[in-house]
């Protein structure tokens, strides 16, 4: 049986996706699709309602995306936002101006009786990013919303199921945009929420069977949740087809190469291939310090090495990666694309022929990763670990990466984060680990003199991890990670606390 569907209809807005997002947030089955697909496509889709989104354009701008004013007709109920209202007032017969006074940012506005407004309070803050605005509303509509500066927030022909509101309902800081927006789902395309994560699990392995057919699939395996995810979805597509290659660069967490070999290949029962290579990166990094110049080796390494084994098994026809969403924006916005490059260790291997990538995670967010992680049978434990960087410990090393360091590190690094997860803080610290500094200082351990190095411990809350904050952990939750580190692993006599957030600092030391 085939779920109720919502198009979300992208008229290039930012935002697209996170509508996405949010119909799925109401267990109903959506597709965001362009507006350069033809009526008969969206036809074929059977929807139950339409989402137009935002877009950058002005609907007068030559340039600017218009829709087929026959979608108006169809009986199916829409919902423009921001440039879909505009769009909708426009090929209706309305009139859309700029405004004097643009109004961006959260604005209060007062709403009247409306099938959208249900449970709404009269007075509520919105989200706005516009400067045009409706000036005149088609006729049939009536104006159910305005702010002080926009005499048109929203409006509607309710026999015609025709919805328009000028804010963005899907950003957070629209206090009861979800609710406006459940609204539309249930009380207007009359949804019943039927869809859940497991039949999107269920829809992409079908669709990455059918695609791939007989082909050959590699992938490369870090171990964080996004490769790990979207690896164990294509086994489940297509079993021994698929190899992963796991690459052991010896800067991984304490045990953590074991625990990723023992879970892919034994609970999973996945072609894994584990590229012993611990050697070859401390060679190759020996003597250097510079942290660029870290991950330049590593990434090149990286490559190298998968590259030796992914010829072992010969022609592949698709190369998997584990690209989500967030990750799809960063790369599409300028400067961003650069921070990404060294952030994706390795990028793409050159040598290796294929005939396409994959990417099952694309439209998704972190958080709709793990669900479906968990979805799919990973271990919570997996499932939510904490981002980790490709070039590993490396950058958490300061100066010269040694053996003794990597272990020294690797103990105090289990244990600080052994006592986050014993106090229940793993969930909401985004991100927490210790560093090794390359300093050394006196202490006095029993009644001798010590001569040791200074760790450092770091823990941050973000939810993008282009800002973050330190996270304000218990004074007893540091003492007890400090105590039991100075005292069970050796050659660490000091332990500070870093309380930098990003920027100025950023999250790594490296
Ligand atoms: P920074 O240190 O730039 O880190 O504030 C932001 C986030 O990115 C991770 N990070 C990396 N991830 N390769 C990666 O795959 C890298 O070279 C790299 N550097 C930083 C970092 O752990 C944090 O989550």
């Known amino acids: 049986m085939q779920n109720e569907t919502v198009i979300v209809l992208d008229f290039g807005g930012q935002y697209n996706q996170l509508i996405a997002r949010r119909v799925r947030e109401c267990n109903v089955y959506c597709e965001v699709m362009s507006y350069k697909n033809s009526i008969e496509k969206i036809k074929e889709k059977n929807p139950v309602g339409i989402i137009f989104t935002g877009g950058p354009n002005s609907v007068y701008d030559e340039k600017s995306p218009h829709y087929d004013k026959e979608i108006f007709e169809l009986g199916i109920p829409i919902l423009g936002i921001c440039y879909g209202c505009h769009l909708m007032a426009y090929s209706l ?36 990013s516009h400067t045009d605005y409706i000036d005149k509303i088609p006729e049939g509509f009536k104006i159910t919303a305005y702010s002080k500066d926009c005499p048109c927030a929203a409006y509607e022909n309710a026999d015609k199921k025709l919805y328009a509101v000028q804010y963005h309902p899907e950003v957070n800081h629209s206090i009861q945009g979800q609710q406006m927006l459940k609204n539309f789902l249930y009380n207007i395309c ?43 979805m294509l086994h489940k597509a297509v079993g021994k087809q698929l190899t992963c290659v796991f690459v052991d660069n010896g800067l991984l967490r304490k045990n953590e190469g074991d625990e990723v070999e023992s879970l892919f290949r034994k609970q999973f ?89 994959i990417e099952p995670l694309r439209d998704l967010f972190k958080d709709e990763v793990r669900q ?112 039991r580190i100075v005292n069970e692993v050796k050659h660490v006599n000091r332990l500070v606390y870093d309380i930098t957030s990003k920027p100025p600092a950023t999250i790594e030391w490296e």
């Open 93 to 128: 017969g309305g009139h859309v101006d700029t405004a004097p006074v643009g109004e961006y940012g959260k604005t209060e506005i007062t709403t009247s009786d409306s099938l959208l407004f249900d449970g709404v309070d009269k007075n509520t803050v919105v989200w706005m």
């Open 190 to 232: 009359g949804c019943k929420g039927d869809w859940i994560m497991s039949d999107f699990a269920k829809r992409s392995i079908e669709a990455l069977r059918n695609k791939i057919g007989n082909g050959k699939v590699l992938c490369a395996l870090s171990g964080g949740v996004d490769s790990s995810v979207a690896a164990v």
């Open 269 to 357: 029962d996945i072609n894994l291939i584990r590229a012993n290579a611990q050697e070859k990166f401390l060679g190759k990094l020996k003597g250097v310090i510079e942290p660029e110049k870290k991950r330049k080796i590593i990434g090149e390494e990286f490559i190298r090495i998968f590259e030796t084994e992914a010829k072992k098994i010969g022609t592949v026809d698709f190369l998997v990666q584990g690209t989500i969403y967030p990750d799809v924006i960063e790369s599409g916005a300028g400067d961003a694309a650069v921070i990404k490059s060294h952030h994706n260790v390795g990028g793409l291997p050159e040598h290796v022929d294929f005939k396409e990538i």
């Open 372 to 483: 479906l992680g968990i979805e799919l049978g990973l271990p919570e434990k997996f499932v939510w670990r904490q981002p980790f960087p490709g070039p590993g410990l490396a950058v958490r090393v300061i100066g010269e990466i040694t053996e003794d360091k990597l272990a020294i590190l690797r103990d105090a690094d289990a244990i600080f984060r052994e006592e986050i997860a014993n106090a229940e803080l793993n969930k909401s610290i985004n991100q927490y680990f210790a560093v090794i500094t390359d300093m050394r200082s006196v202490g006095v351990m029993g009644d001798s003199r010590t001569y040791d190095y200074t760790l450092a411990l770091r823990a941050v809350t973000t939810t993008d991890f282009m800002t973050a904050d330190w996270a304000r952990i218990p004074y007893d939750v540091l003492e007890k990670a400090s105590n």
